[in-house]
């Protein structure tokens, strides 16, 4: 059975994960605001094909990637801590010869 946090380790986890969040957000700013001057030069300046969906989906995906560290498997998630406590009662079982 995992030790109870201490607020020290509560307060510890609660900026890491805030942290992670607002890098995310910033991530997802940033991303924005490039795309919309890639696409406003891939429509008005250069050339004639929509060449800026090229970078809008390679970094689409890095963001969502990022998203799903950040928000589904990142430190402090529900199916990352159910994951971590399955495996901890696992070795548990196997080192009681279980």
Known sequence: MPHPMTPDDLDQLARKRAGAKLGWYTHAAVF????????????????????????????GLGLALHGISVFVLGTGSGLRERMVQKERERLQRERDGH
Do not use: T
């Open 32 to 59: 924005a605001v490039v795309n919309l001057v890639l696409f406003g030069m891939s429509r008005y300046g250069f050339g004639d094909r929509p060449w800026s969906v090229y970078p809008l989906l390679g970094w």
